[in-house]
């Protein structure tokens, strides 16, 4: 068996991760470069991603993934100014219920995605960018790229986000429809906000404010083994950029819309938008975003693509935002997406099942466990 992933994001990576572990031949292509599409810097990482890095990759790269993610998550903060100062004043669970958020852990999106493509160097074409595919007559898939190269599979597998290509062409009715929310999100050094004292107020939770008409959400994330140390003891074949230069942080992120924030810029330009909307929130919220990295600094757009009908199952399918999108949730879905068809795809390469019962199977879980998840707004921070 032969398999074409499109896409080299979370779902990509650990499908690809968890093909090749099977034995199973595994080519990934991505249009973009090494460093992938900007989504910005965390992830809240829950059981669903948690039991698929566990299932798709080695031990040691499992391990990695989890000794550099932040502490367990299990509450929201609410926070408000009592006195002139920010102080808890609520909290609810982390349970999943009523379009929350499941009980996990911050994770530093870029290392999980270095992680994840560690080991897989030999079977990943960056600059590649998907075209167009056919279904050949002896059941094979011919991928088409703009280069001008083609491949062939068994399988051809969406996972190339949003503004899918496969998904196009193999469901042109499936839309997305864009809700006008936006979120404004960056990334602040703990040791540059010390003094506010928020690191010690929220701790390993994250935490919202709704103050003077402006919603922020905050998250720390503190390396539960320093990634340096981490790598040498896990994952010395990760390379060394991957961890040189991180350090713990603050993930912050404000629910907008595209007509407050205007046109997407720059990150520097965004950043300084940023500063703008905090201009008159407390001094401790003000420091966080003027002590952001500019660079970090990224507005992700909310969509949403409605279910629609079962589809006849055939040798392309899709995982991830090129089907259902989750915003806060996707890559824990991604993930789970490419854990269930991994499976479904060792079945069939082990003679257990045909085929296109195999992804008929996976798709038919994909849809129960994914057309449905509630698309409120979930920073992950």
């Not at 079977?123 to 083609?150: I, K, L, P």
């Not at 922020?216 to 991957?242: D, I, K, N, Q």
């Not at 991830?320 to 991604?334: R, T, V």
Request: aromatic fraction near 4%; proline fraction near 7%.
């Amino acid at each position: 068996m032969r398999v074409i992933v499109v896409g080299a994001g979370l779902g990509g990576l650990t499908l690809a991760q968890g093909l090749r572990q099977a034995g199973i031949d595994v080519v990934v292509y991505e249009r973009d470069g090494t460093s992938g599409r900007t989504q910005g810097i965390s992830l809240h990482v829950d059981d669903r991603g948690t039991a698929a890095l566990r299932a798709c990759l080695p031990p040691a790269h499992a391990a990695m993934a989890e000794a550099t993610m932040g502490g367990p998550r299990e509450r929201m903060l609410a926070l408000s100014e009592l006195d002139g100062a920010l102080a808890i004043t609520g909290t609810r669970p982390v349970d999943g219920l009523a379009g929350r958020a499941r009980p996990g852990r911050q994770a530093h999106r870029p290392l999980l995605r270095a992680v994840l493509l560690t080991g897989l160097e030999d079977v990943v074409r960056f600059g590649a960018e998907f075209t167009r595919f056919e279904q050949r007559a002896d059941g094979t898939v011919r991928a088409y790229f703009a280069a001008g190269g083609t491949d062939t599979a068994d399988v051809l597998v969406g996972a190339d986000g949003i503004g899918s290509a496969v998904r196009h062409q193999y469901l042109p009715h499936a839309q997305v429809v864009d809700t006008g929310r936006r979120m404004l999100m960056g990334a602040t050094a703990l040791r540059a906000v010390a003094d506010t004292g928020l690191p010690e107020l929220i701790g390993d939770s994250p935490a919202s404010t709704q103050l003077r008409g402006t919603m922020m959400v905050l998250g720390a994330l503190r390396f539960t083994e320093p990634p340096t140390s981490a790598r040498e003891r896990w994952l010395p074949a990760l390379r060394p950029s991957a961890v040189g230069e991180i350090d713990d942080y603050l993930m912050w992120a404000m629910p907008s819309t595209q007509e407050l924030l205007g046109p997407a810029g720059s990150p520097a330009a965004m950043w300084r938008r940023a500063k703008d909307l905090v201009a008159d929130l407390p001094p401790a919220l003000q420091v966080v975003v003027a002590e952001a990295w500019p660079d970090l600094t990224v507005v992700l757009r909310s969509g949403m693509i409605p279910p629609i009908p079962a589809w006849p199952a055939g040798p392309v399918t899709v995982v991830g935002d090129a089907i259902h999108l989750a915003p806060g949730f996707g890559g824990n879905l991604a993930m789970q997406d490419a854990h269930h068809l991994c499976e479904a795809l060792v079945d069939a390469y082990h003679g257990r099942l045909d085929l296109v019962d195999a992804i008929d199977a996976y798709e038919d879980t994909m849809r129960r466990n994914s057309f449905f998840v509630p698309v409120a707004a979930n920073t992950g921070a």
